[in-house]
């Protein structure tokens, strides 16, 4: 039985949609797109799922797929930890609206799942199970913790006429991609690939760890599960200026998990931005490698066709933007609840989208907005979720 959250968001566009927040829009492979495709309906579905001790009402996800004939393959994506509680409290599946977009035009069902007790999801959180806060445990449980909700939800995706539930891989970032490991190591049958963003627990975003050697050891565990199951291709994605897991760390993460007999594509990525630990926000920057990681492994459902690139609705923007701004706009147009775009008066913007509720979207947008206009003119929301006070 499918339970759908009473706040269930649906939006159906007739071109795929692609956003994440701040972040411009997917625009990867759209050379493979064929000329005058046809429009495709996308499909964008937040519900409640169930999983064992999530109560009271089991885990927050998204759903989002091309409504296209027969069934597809799934796509379970997650997110990782922040260092502060406020954050994980506020844990959204719309924060992962552009990545699952970006396995929906290529043929999958993407499913974001919010583990248990991060923001709206029910239960206990996997970092209480063992870990730099935790008083007992160890990172093998914690990452096993992660992993039985990525299990939970490809339970629960089988119930779902549009998913062929026996062709599932998964993917996850930070604390979601450490979640990766420990899913290979005791992976449901119907797996059949993962995908690591930058892999990792304990991490303090200055290059150390809380505890460097529980964390290695739980890898050596890890690959010591993913022999005795068979091993099943990973991918591991790293960016050389990760400031959480730092390329010496990563490739300790690496001689761990291969000791233990685990096997896996270790990529290391030019630096992103900052800090290379958000690579995943920017799916231009790994497209082309998870692209050839699933070719190789005959996981692309479309083969080498991508379905059509987003394209915003047609509402003019505010007056006074000028390019970037404009840009920003379309990207408010097409990203998830709850979303707001602020101004100063001047030209000056700020964007929030896939926030836990409007206030948060409407505070962080004025926040943005106020720090681009460093003082000149006051900020103020212009635009928000459609019905939103």
């Known amino acids: 039985m499918r339970l759908v959250s009473s706040l269930a968001w649906v939006l159906i566009w007739l071109f795929a949609l692609a956003a994440a927040a701040q972040e411009p829009p997917d625009t990867d492979a759209v050379e493979n797109t064929k000329p005058g495709q046809p429009p495709v309906t996308l499909i964008e579905k937040e519900m409640w799922a169930p999983a064992p001790n999530a109560f009271p009402r089991g885990l927050d996800v998204l759903e989002v797929y091309a409504d296209r004939p027969g069934r597809h393959p799934l796509a379970v994506l997650t997110h990782g930890t922040s260092d502060k509680e406020q954050d994980r409290m506020h844990v959204t599946p719309w924060s992962q609206l552009g990545q699952a977009l970006w396995f929906a ?10 583990r248990k007790g991060y923001g709206r999801s029910g239960g206990e959180q996997d970092g209480r199970h063992g870990g730099c806060g935790s008083r007992s445990g160890s990172f093998q449980e914690a990452g096993e913790a992660s992993a039985e909700d990525l299990k939970a939800i490809m339970k629960f995706a089988r119930t779902l006429p549009e998913v062929d539930g026996d062709t599932v891989i998964s993917a996850g970032v930070s604390t979601g991609g450490f979640a990766q490991a420990a899913l290979v190591a005791d992976p449901p049958k119907e797996l059949k690939a993962a995908i690591s963003f930058a892999g990792g627990r304990g991490g303090d975003g200055h290059e150390h760890n809380c505890n460097l050697s529980g964390l290695i050891d739980a890898y050596s565990a890890f690959g010591r599960g993913a022999r ?23 490739r300790q993460f690496e001689a761990a998990y291969t000791k233990g007999g685990g096997a896996e594509q270790f990529v290391l990525a030019p630096p992103d931005g900052e800090d290379g630990h958000h690579l995943y926000s920017h799916t231009a920057a790994w497209s082309e490698t998870v692209d050839e990681f699933l070719k190789a492994h005959a996981l692309l459902p479309l083969g080498d066709v991508v379905l059509p690139a987003p394209q915003p609705p047609k509402i003019p923007p505010p007056a006074g933007l000028q390019e970037k701004g404009q840009e920003a706009w379309k990207r408010f147009l097409l990203g998830g609840p709850c979303k707001a775009f602020a101004m100063n008066g001047q030209g000056e913007w700020g964007l929030a989208q896939g926030a836990f509720d409007q206030s948060i979207a409407d505070s962080d947008a004025i926040d943005r907005c106020k720090k681009a206009a460093a003082g000149r003119g006051s900020c103020s929301v212009v635009a928000r979720t459609p019905g939103a006070k």
């Not at 035009?105 to 919010?114: E, H, L």
């Not at 005795?228 to 990563?250: C, Q, R, V």
């Open 105 to 114: 035009r290529r043929g999958y069902v993407a499913i974001v799942v919010v």
């Open 228 to 250: 005795k199951h068979g091993t099943l291709p990973m991918l591991w994605i790293y960016s050389e200026n990760d400031h959480w897991f730092p390329p010496a760390m990563a």
